[in-house]
């Protein structure tokens, strides 16, 4: 089974140049979220969000997803009350630089993928998830894990580790995805797009599917013809 987070928060006014922007992490992340849920119920993958608490049976939409900012503590708590001997928790992020509600475009950008410190089993699904990253057409560089010592303790290119509450507390493998940094302003002005919305969440399925099976190819390999752009 999957289990899915797309956490609620976040704005930012991106300035660049005389241009100002709002970019809402929680709209981007939700975007994503339901079309990939959509994938995963079409083809009978047990689906559940944390972040509504709810296991998904058929398909949504973005307005269907919860709306409001659930804690941490809450998603983790509900999720580990169900079933997940073999499941496999995807957060859905999009990244920052810094705290700060408003600011300049950052240089820092890119798709990164987060697991717990050390090897268990989160690591090889991160690594299946960053090989579909540099092969899915989400015009987004992806990162080098292993050239930020600060989010990495080995020479693996796949993993930023962390010590997050949603990867430390999970009974089951768990990940995070960073895709795109919202405090640069070429990858928010890409994010806010509903063709690389529907490219990330085609990545997230291809990567779930190959780990459930990995022998198996998607026979798809566009966006377009899962039939998730909406």
Same mark, same amino acid.
């Given at each position: 089974?999957?289990l899915?987070?797309?956490?609620?928060?976040?704005?930012?006014?991106?300035?660049?140049?005389?241009?100002?922007?709002?970019?809402?992490?929680?709209?981007?992340?939700?975007?994503?979220? &339901?079309?990939?849920?959509?994938?995963?119920?079409?083809?009978?993958?047990?689906?559940?969000?944390?972040?509504?608490?709810?296991?998904?049976?058929?398909?949504?939409?973005?307005?269907?997803?919860e709306?409001?900012?659930?804690?941490?503590?809450?998603?983790?708590? &509900?999720?580990?009350?169900?079933?997940?001997?073999?499941a496999?928790?995807?957060?859905?992020?999009?990244n920052?630089?810094?705290?700060?509600?408003?600011?300049?475009?950052?240089?820092?950008?890119g798709?990164?993928?987060?697991?717990?410190?050390?090897?268990?089993?989160?690591?090889?699904?991160?690594?299946?998830?960053?090989?579909?990253?540099?092969?899915?057409?989400?015009?987004?560089?992806?990162?080098d894990?292993?050239?930020?010592?600060?989010?990495?303790?080995?020479?693996?290119?796949?993993? $930023?580790?962390?010590?997050?509450?949603?990867?430390?507390?999970?009974?089951?493998?768990?990940?995070?995805?960073?895709?795109?940094?919202?405090?640069?302003?070429?990858?928010?002005?890409?994010?806010?797009?509903?063709?690389?919305?529907?490219?990330?969440?085609l990545? $997230?399925?291809?990567?779930?599917?190959?780990?459930?099976?990995?022998?198996?190819?998607?026979?798809?390999?566009?966006?377009?013809?899962?039939?998730?752009?909406?």
């Amino acid at each position: 089974s999957s289990l899915g987070g797309h956490p609620m928060s976040n704005f930012l006014d991106i300035r660049n140049g005389t241009e100002n922007n709002t970019f809402y992490e929680g709209e981007y992340n939700r975007e994503v979220a &339901w079309r990939l849920i959509n994938m995963l119920v079409n083809v009978g993958i047990e689906t559940y969000d944390i972040v509504a608490r709810r296991q998904v049976t058929s398909t949504v939409n973005f307005e269907d997803l919860e709306q409001a900012d659930i804690g941490l503590s809450a998603r983790t708590g &509900w999720a580990n009350g169900q079933e997940t001997e073999d499941a496999v928790l995807f957060s859905l992020h999009g990244n920052a630089i810094g705290s700060e509600n408003a600011g300049p475009s950052l240089n820092a950008a890119g798709v990164g993928v987060f697991t717990t410190p050390g090897e268990d089993s989160s690591d090889k699904v991160a690594e299946t998830l960053y090989d579909v990253f540099l092969t899915t057409p989400v015009g987004m560089h992806v990162r080098d894990a292993s050239r930020r010592r600060k989010y990495n303790y080995g020479e693996y290119p796949h993993d $930023y580790e962390a010590n997050f509450h949603i990867l430390r507390e999970m009974n089951c493998t768990a990940l995070i995805g960073e895709v795109g940094f919202f405090t640069n302003y070429n990858d928010a002005a890409l994010m806010t797009q509903p063709d690389t919305q529907a490219q990330v969440a085609l990545a $997230y399925f291809k990567a779930i599917i190959q780990h459930m099976d990995p022998d198996s190819v998607p026979a798809s390999t566009s966006a377009e013809e899962e039939g998730v752009y909406g």
